[in-house]
């Protein structure tokens, strides 16, 4: 497939690593992988990005114009995938489908989906195009094109939202499938709840875990709090600790869906709160077991 990749960041340039490696991994194997090869042009918004994206061969080629790129490789693009922040994804779909034709399908890697699904599949209808929503749920607590890493998909979960147009759902099924993951499908809305419980709200969660602990005022205790930190508060922090604009963008962007599970969170957190306080150590225990329990549902072992 010939592949364009529009915001060369952490998502959109492990995508182009793993979709160029493959072709590598196809020449050595040619025998057995008869997979045609990908061709991947990349856009992005600062021309260093583009330089470092095509030196670590994320991409075939790049540049933060789409006027630049060879008519020829727009004209023979299967797929677009949008791997800008949220609040770019719209307005990156208005300015680029007007230069690529009609047989071109969209999708994008938002960490919201209700936003994004009805307005970019309207404008790409436009100009004869397809869309389809994707989230592949991976990430690090880096950015930008430098924290690209191989691999980064494997095994994990993505998201596709439905569509009647069953061929460009394939298609977009089977990029995220060639770079390992397990693809569902889902409403946008059903989409937006869910990560709001397994993703946004964490994200707060444990931003405003460590929040509190920098709250001590004993200076001497939380020296000793930071110095003695390890592999839990290590689990606990790190998605409280990664990218802010991204927080900020899924708070923003899926408001009702993440203050209904802050809200539950708090509620439950009242509860904790009301068993310690009342000393109410077998409640606490058996409330803990029942999570240890559940835990597994989410996380297997
Ligand atoms: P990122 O590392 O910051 O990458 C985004 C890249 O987009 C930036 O490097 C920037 O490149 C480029 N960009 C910014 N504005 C642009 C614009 N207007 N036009 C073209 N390029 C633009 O962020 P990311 O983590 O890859 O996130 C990208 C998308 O993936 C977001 O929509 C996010 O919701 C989604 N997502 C993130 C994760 C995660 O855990 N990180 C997981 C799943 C999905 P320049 O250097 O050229 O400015």
Same mark, same amino acid.
């Given at each position: 497939?010939?592949?364009?990749?529009?915001? $060369?960041? +952490?998502?959109?340039?492990?995508?182009?690593?793993? $979709? +160029?490696?493959?072709?590598?991994?196809?020449?050595?194997? #040619?025998?057995?992988? #008869?997979?045609?090869?990908?061709?991947?042009?990349? +856009? #992005?918004? %600062?021309?260093?990005?583009?330089?470092?994206?095509?030196?670590?061969?994320?991409? %075939?080629? @790049?540049? &933060?114009?789409?006027?630049?790129?060879?008519?020829?490789?727009?004209?023979?693009?299967?797929?677009?995938?949008?791997?800008?922040?949220?609040?770019?994804? $719209?307005? !990156?779909? !208005?300015?680029?489908?007007?230069?690529?034709?009609?047989?071109?399908? /969209?999708?994008?890697?938002?960490?919201?989906?209700?936003?994004?699904?009805?307005?970019?599949?309207?404008?790409? =209808?436009? /100009?004869?195009?397809?869309?389809?929503? =994707?989230?592949?749920? @991976?990430?690090?607590?880096?950015?930008?094109?430098?924290?690209?890493?191989? %691999?980064? /998909?494997?095994?994990?979960?993505?998201?596709?939202?439905?569509?009647?147009?069953?061929?460009?759902?394939?298609?977009?099924?089977?990029?995220? *499938?060639?770079?390992?993951?397990?693809?569902?499908?889902?409403?946008?809305?059903?989409?937006?709840?869910?990560?709001?419980?397994? =993703?946004?709200?964490?994200?707060?969660?444990?931003? #405003?875990?460590?929040?509190?602990?920098? *709250?001590?005022?004993?200076?001497?205790?939380?020296?000793?709090?930071?110095?003695?930190?390890?592999?839990? /508060?290590?689990? &606990?922090?790190?998605?409280?600790?990664?990218?802010?604009?991204?927080?900020?963008?899924?708070?923003?962007?899926?408001?009702?869906?993440?203050?209904? =599970?802050?809200? @539950?969170?708090?509620?439950?957190?009242?509860?904790?709160?009301? +068993?310690?306080?009342?000393?109410?150590?077998?409640?606490?225990?058996?409330?803990?077991?029942?999570?240890?329990?559940?835990?597994?549902?989410?996380?297997?072992?």
């Amino acid at each position: 497939m010939n592949i364009g990749i529009v915001g $060369l960041g +952490l998502i959109g340039g492990s995508l182009g690593l793993d $979709l +160029l490696a493959a072709n590598q991994d196809s020449k050595q194997d #040619s025998e057995i992988n #008869s997979q045609q090869n990908n061709y991947v042009w990349g +856009l #992005s918004r %600062n021309p260093e990005t583009c330089k470092q994206g095509e030196a670590i061969a994320a991409v %075939n080629i @790049a540049d &933060t114009d789409i006027e630049n790129i060879p008519d020829r490789i727009l004209a023979q693009t299967d797929l677009v995938v949008i791997c800008t922040p949220i609040a770019a994804i $719209l307005p !990156t779909l !208005t300015a680029i489908a007007p230069k690529l034709p009609s047989h071109v399908i /969209f999708t994008d890697v938002g960490s919201v989906k209700a936003a994004i699904v009805e307005p970019a599949s309207t404008i790409c =209808s436009e /100009f004869g195009q397809r869309f389809i929503g =994707s989230h592949p749920m @991976a990430g690090t607590a880096f950015q930008g094109i430098l924290a690209a890493e191989r %691999n980064l /998909f494997q095994n994990r979960p993505c998201v596709v939202t439905p569509s009647e147009d069953l061929e460009a759902l394939e298609k977009v099924r089977s990029l995220w *499938q060639s770079v390992g993951m397990r693809v569902f499908e889902c409403s946008p809305a059903e989409h937006d709840r869910a990560v709001a419980m397994i =993703s946004h709200a964490p994200v707060m969660i444990s931003a #405003s875990l460590i929040a509190a602990c920098q *709250q001590e005022n004993d200076v001497k205790v939380l020296n000793l709090a930071q110095t003695l930190a390890s592999s839990g /508060f290590r689990d &606990t922090s790190r998605v409280g600790g990664g990218n802010p604009e991204l927080g900020r963008l899924m708070a923003e962007y899926n408001q009702s869906a993440v203050l209904r =599970s802050l809200y @539950a969170y708090r509620q439950t957190l009242q509860k904790v709160i009301n +068993l310690i306080e009342d000393q109410q150590w077998d409640q606490l225990e058996d409330f803990l077991a029942k999570t240890q329990r559940d835990r597994p549902f989410y996380v297997p072992e």
